[in-house]
């Protein structure tokens, strides 16, 4: 089989044109709503990638995308060099795709492996710890399950420790084991997805505003935690999160969401540092300093122009309408992400 | 200070869980004041008992949840003595609340423009069409773009944020006298929580709505809350203004909080967070709560709980440290003389 054959590639993840579309009703009719359009990116062995970007840009789709959570619209994804989708569309170098004479996209033959062996070594750490874990299971049970899925133990003595040390891990206390999921604070619940997702070793990770609900005191020993295990274990992430410091202090490079597309991809300091892409300037002004004195005197930055939606979304651009240097060109065509030096990406045409 | 001012007054709350495991005590003593048009925060760690302290104001407890000692006043009423009927009416027109998790109060087989006509319906006397415009205005309100095509989306449809601020626009709806407020803003980016913490705030200024804002984000603590109280293990630790609670922390969990967070100079270090394991809820300790994590703790904190001490003006915190720091400088000072 095709998807069997090993490429080698620095890279354990790639994902390449990702496009996730759903159906919405609108009136009498159906529209597409792009929540992800047309996504790039790749994270290398033990990597963590930050992904930033305005409530609703479609970072929980690409998570759930490239597990197959969701049937993508197109794409290829391929980990540990093996193929894990591919819709079959062909691109030329610029990343436009290929149209034969009539105009129509040529495509390829598409793969869709079964994601069952994948599920082990690809796991996500849930937004919503509530409605991801079931409330009538006690948590060893929630722990335990996928370790019973893809039998991970020998004994009922190892399962046991298995799950009491991934609890003492994400610091709960080994008498929360057999209290139902309902019985717990919101910290802790995201705390159990947290072990959950650990049990089976995976290579990587979605953690997707894993540490959100967390004080921050916890938030550090779970971050410490992540890093830890990356430096044991070599596990990549894809970091979700709209904390810019807890993303900047976990991530080596950070990828930049507006509207469905990437605008800006870098090395983390380096994005923070010298940030390109007006919209990542923006949100950059934004950060909140943790101090009284700070927070009190400083204005929220008010982004000019109408927010866009993925059901109406801008020609050209995303960022045109509320960009300061937008030019004819933004309306025209989509920037590509170029390379600025060093790996740093960027899509826009006038920065 | 004028009594009739207050809107809420919480004396001493008890509140356990009743499992097979035995008795969970989420909150041990609790009495703080609310007064109309001020906003208090609560910290504390995950796990503290600040969501079982909103529960237990609103009665929404789970089934082996009760209050066991102490007493809600309202506007000088004893709320755990009012019956089911009573509490009906409180919630929702007199009191909301915004759930830290969004899916436990939006319902995933109807759409949210349902929900949102339903609760406003059930909480003002609008007619049904003034309803729709209203759940639509909200919406607007809170920075949901295109919102005559999300009233026909369902909970699952939305990003977590679009559902964070579905689940604010529905509290605020029903313009409520107090607003409790669980992580409302855990879900979403700075320029939108700027938005919506701005529509709290105009609001309170308008009907004079008073709001408890529980949550760990330091900013929005620090641009919106009157007085700050600091959990841990089910009690306050320390109370004060942000200012006296940021710059002069006097707990030593406070202080160790602090150090905690990640900042723009220690980005490349580990942070550091508290040792040791939190607290178990079913074998509370007999002295101090935090006396088995602290670095400073001395023998004292082993058998005995510290009462609150005056720290400064407002500024109160229940640490043995603290006395011992007023004898020390007594000391000092009786030396000198
Ligand atoms: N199952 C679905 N059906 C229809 N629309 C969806 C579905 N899932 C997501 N969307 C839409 O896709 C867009 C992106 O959502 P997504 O959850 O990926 O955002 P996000 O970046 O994770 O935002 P947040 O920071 O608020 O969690 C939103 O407009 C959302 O309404
Ligand atoms: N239904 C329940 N049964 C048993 N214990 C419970 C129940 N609900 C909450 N608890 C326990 O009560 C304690 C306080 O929980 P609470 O939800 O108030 O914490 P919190 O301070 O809101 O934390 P977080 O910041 O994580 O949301 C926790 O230790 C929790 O496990
Ligand atoms: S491409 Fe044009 S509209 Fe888009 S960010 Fe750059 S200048 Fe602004
Ligand atoms: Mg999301
Ligand atoms: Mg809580």
Request: aromatic share 6%; with cysteine; hydrophobic share 40%.
């Amino acid at each position: 089989m095709a998807n069997e054959a090993k490429t080698t590639s620095e890279y354990l993840l790639e994902v390449e044109h990702l496009k996730q579309y759903f159906p919405v009703r609108q009136g009498f009719h159906t529209v597409m709503l792009k929540a992800v359009d047309d996504v790039s990116f790749a994270i290398r062995p033990g990597e963590t990638l930050g992904l930033v970007g305005e409530s609703g840009c479609g970072k929980t789709t690409v998570g759930r995308s490239l597990l197959r959570l969701y049937q993508p619209t197109a794409g290829r994804i391929t980990f540990d060099g093996k193929v894990l989708l591919d819709t079959g569309e062909q691109y030329d170098e610029n990343g436009r795709p290929v149209l034969d004479a009539s105009g129509k996209p040529v495509k390829g033959p598409a793969i869709e492996p079964d994601m069952f062996p994948f599920r082990r070594q690809m796991q996500m750490v849930f937004q919503d710890p509530y409605s991801s874990l079931n409330p009538r299971m006690t948590v060893e049970d929630i722990i335990g399950e996928p370790l019973d899925v893809h039998k991970l133990y020998s004994s009922k003595a190892e399962r046991r420790d298995k799950i009491l040390e991934l609890m003492e891990l994400v610091g709960l206390n080994a008498e929360h084991a057999m209290r139902y999921a309902h019985e717990f604070s919101g910290g802790q619940r995201q705390r159990i997805g947290i072990a959950r997702a650990l049990a089976v070793n995976p290579k990587f990770i979605v953690c997707d505003e894993a540490v959100s609900a967390l004080d921050v005191s916890i938030q550090a020993q779970v971050v410490n935690m992540f890093e830890e295990l990356q430096d044991k274990l070599g596990v990549a992430y894809l970091f979700i999160a709209h904390d810019l410091l807890v993303v900047h202090h976990i991530s080596d490079r950070i990828a930049v969401m507006y509207l469905g597309k990437v605008v800006e991809i870098a090395d983390a300091d380096e994005l923070n540092g010298s940030p390109i892409h007006p919209y990542t300037l923006s949100l950059l002004s934004a950060v909140p300093i943790p101090d009284p004195e700070t927070a009190r005197h400083s204005k929220r930055i008010v982004l000019e122009g109408d927010v866009p939606s993925p059901l109406n979304m801008p020609s050209g651009c995303p960022f045109r309408t509320r960009c300061r240097y937008a030019t004819e060109q933004c309306a025209a065509e989509m920037p590509p992400l170029s390379d600025r030096g060093d790996g740093h990406m960027v899509a826009c045409w006038n920065k | 200070m004028s009594e009739n001012n207050t809107l809420l007054q919480v004396e001493n709350l008890h509140t356990s869980f009743f499992t097979d495991n035995g008795e969970v005590r989420a909150v041990n003593g609790l009495t703080f004041r609310l007064d109309a048009g001020k906003t208090l925060g609560i910290v504390g760690e995950s796990g503290s008992g600040k969501s079982v302290t909103a529960y237990s104001i609103m009665q929404i407890l789970a089934e082996t949840g009760r209050i066991v000692e102490g007493s809600v006043k309202f506007k000088g009423e004893d709320l755990t003595k009012w019956n089911a009927k009573q509490m009906q009416a409180f919630r929702g027109s007199k009191c909301s609340i915004i759930f830290q998790d969004p899916m436990t109060s939006l319902n995933p087989v109807f759409t949210i423009g349902y929900q949102l006509e339903e609760a406003i319906l059930l909480h003002t006397d609008k007619t049904k069409k003034e309803a729709k415009e209203r759940a639509i205005e909200m919406l607007t309100l809170v920075g949901v773009n295109e919102p005559e095509a999300r009233v026909k989306q369902y909970p699952h449809e939305l990003s977590g944020g679009m559902r964070q601020r579905v689940m604010i626009a529905m509290a605020l709806a029903c313009e409520p006298d107090i607003l409790i407020a669980d992580e409302p803003t855990t879900a979403l980016d700075v320029t939108i929580q700027a938005q919506i913490l701005e529509l709290m705030q105009e609001l309170q200024k308008k009907m004079g709505m008073a709001i408890i804002m529980v949550t760990h984000d330091l900013g929005v603590i620090a641009s919106m809350c009157d007085e700050i109280l600091v959990m841990y293990g089910g009690r306050v630790c320390e109370r004060g203004t942000a200012d006296a609670i940021f710059y002069h922390p006097a707990h030593e969990y406070t202080k160790g909080l602090l150090r905690s967070i990640p900042r723009a100079d220690n980005m490349n270090e580990r942070l550091v967070p508290i040792g040791g394991t939190p607290i178990n809820l079913l074998q509370m300790p007999e002295g101090c709560a935090f006396c088995p994590r602290c670095d400073a703790a001395m023998k004292i904190c082993l058998t005995q709980k510290p009462d609150e001490y005056r720290v400064g003006d407002d500024h109160l915190a229940s640490c043995w440290m603290n006395v011992k720091e007023l004898y020390d400088s007594q000391e000092e000072n009786g030396n000198g003389e």
